[in-house]
């Protein structure tokens, strides 16, 4: 077996990295569409304790593990299983997340061509004045046209096969030092366009997210931020236990998972401040669903001073966020692909690129040609997408932990993870108890 021995250049390489996996669609389209349709603070509130009870310690185990393994995440369990005198079948855990990770990019690539394909349709003035009924035109249009969205998948997809085929020092990690630095500067500057514009809508957003609202608080809501949580840190896909292989001795997991989730949280929050003073102030609905990024915010772009270069900058930003995430997803199965076979680094991305191309297709087709094609009432694209986020992430996710907390040396982890006693018994009783009962339940809400 060939074996990479890249690593990371810095803590803060693999920091930013570790980060723009996790800041991508989950923040900026989905966490502000289910805030909407969730009450707002009593989602947001319940999402923020998650973030820390639950994908910290989920998001350090992947990482202590990947490191202990130096290799890609099926080998790497494997190897750990057996140094831990457990069995070689744990392997299931890296292989199912890999499977994850390749299929998540698959339709993930799709609405990344989305994304780029609404900078250039901002830039024509396309949303100018339009109403609802004319997003959601323009939106149902885009999805009809396959030669449109095959065109911007493909600019997409090779966008990721260039810089992961660099590597990971002058590749993803790289890339992701110039890209969220840029993030935040983008973000920022939204945030504060749409404090300039919106007036009183602004506090109005504010207390929307922020103001507890225990009336909202329900079973659904807290079992939705739960998921979300999950979700929103790249859990449960391979991706952080590959980029853990590249970690040296040298970093404190504990911090630096704390300052990742940190990261993450503020990008979810500020993204709901850029977006939700627009929706008010326009007199939009909150809870517009998946819509509210493609559908419910043109509206408030065509209708607003400067809405054409507010629009621009969005959707510039949100594909930038999908492409630091885009990236991560990919490296698993290009680790896996170099580590197994004689390919190099660029074959190996170029031979996963095109596999996961091609799957993207179909998913593709999904919204038109084969609008019919469907498996349990779902068509090819909602299947995968609830494959692997309903099911496959929280297996994944939840063999993580039971093998961190119940089949590994729990004395070295601890020294791993330089905690004293104290906080080592609260480690334990996360790990071993409260956190596998919630990926329990997330699995368990999938399926109602």
């Known amino acids: 077996m060939k074996k990479s021995h890249s690593q990371w250049s810095s803590r803060m390489g693999f920091m930013l990295a570790a980060a723009g996996s996790a800041v991508g669609l989950g923040n900026i389209w989905k966490f502000p569409y289910m ?6 603070s009593a ?7 998650f973030m820390f009870l639950i994908g910290l310690p989920i998001l350090v185990l992947e990482w202590l593990i990947g490191r202990r393994g130096q290799k890609n995440p099926i080998h790497t369990m494997e190897d750990v299983a057996v ?20 299929l998540i990019l698959s339709f993930y690539s799709v609405i990344g061509g989305w ?31 396959v030669n449109s969205l095959l065109i911007w998948h493909t600019v997409f997809m090779a966008a990721n096969t260039l810089i992961v085929a660099l590597g990971v020092g002058a590749g993803l990690e790289r890339s992701c030092k110039v890209m969220m630095p840029g993030l935040g500067i983008l973000l920022l500057v939204l945030v504060g366009y749409a404090a300039y514009v919106s007036g009183p809508s602004f506090g109005e957003a504010f207390n929307f997210l922020f103001t507890p609202n225990l009336s909202a608080l329900n079973g659904t809501a807290i079992l939705a931020a739960l998921g979300h949580a999950f979700f929103s840190l790249s859990l449960g896909m391979g991706i952080m236990m590959a980029y853990g292989s590249y970690l ?11 300052t990742v989730v940190i990261l993450d949280v503020i990008v979810a929050m500020l993204s709901g401040m850029a977006i939700f003073p627009l929706v008010f102030a326009n007199g939009l609905e909150a809870g517009s669903g998946p819509g509210l990024i493609f559908v419910t915010l043109p509206i408030a772009f065509g209708n607003m001073a400067g809405g054409t270069i507010l629009g621009c900058l969005f959707f510039i930003f949100l594909t930038f966020a999908a492409l630091t995430s885009s990236i991560s997803l990919l490296e698993p199965t290009v680790e ?9 680094r660029k074959t190996a991305t170029v031979v996963s690129s095109i596999l996961i191309w091609a799957l993207g297709i179909a998913c593709i087709l999904s919204f038109n040609e084969w609008s019919n094609v469907k498996l349990f009432d779902k068509n090819i694209f909602d299947l995968l997408d609830y494959l ?13 932990v039971v093998f961190g907390a119940w089949m590994m040396n729990q004395k070295r982890i601890r020294e791993e993870l330089k905690l004293n006693e104290f906080w080592f018994s609260i480690w334990t009783v996360l790990s071993r108890f409260i956190v596998p009962i919630a990926v329990i339940l997330i699995l368990i809400y999938g399926f109602i």
Not at 123 to 132: E, R, S
Not at 336 to 344: D, F, I, S, Y
Not at 391 to 397: E, Q, S
């Open 35 to 40: 805030a909407g349709e969730m009450g707002g």
């Open 43 to 49: 989602f947001v509130l319940t999402y923020l304790l």
């Open 83 to 102: 140094s831990e005198g457990r069995s070689k079948l744990w392997k299931w855990v890296g292989m199912i997340g890999v499977l994850g990770s390749f």
């Open 115 to 145: 994304a780029t394909d609404y900078i250039f349709l901002a830039i024509k003035g396309t949303f100018n004045g339009v109403d609802g009924a004319g997003t959601g035109q323009i939106f149902s249009n885009f999805l009809g046209n």
């Open 248 to 258: 040296g001795k040298d970093v404190n997991l504990l911090s630096t998972a704390r």
């Open 336 to 344: 896996l692909l170099e580590e197994k076979t004689h390919m190099g």
């Open 388 to 400: 692997t986020s309903k099911i496959m992430l929280p297996v994944t996710g939840l063999g993580t």
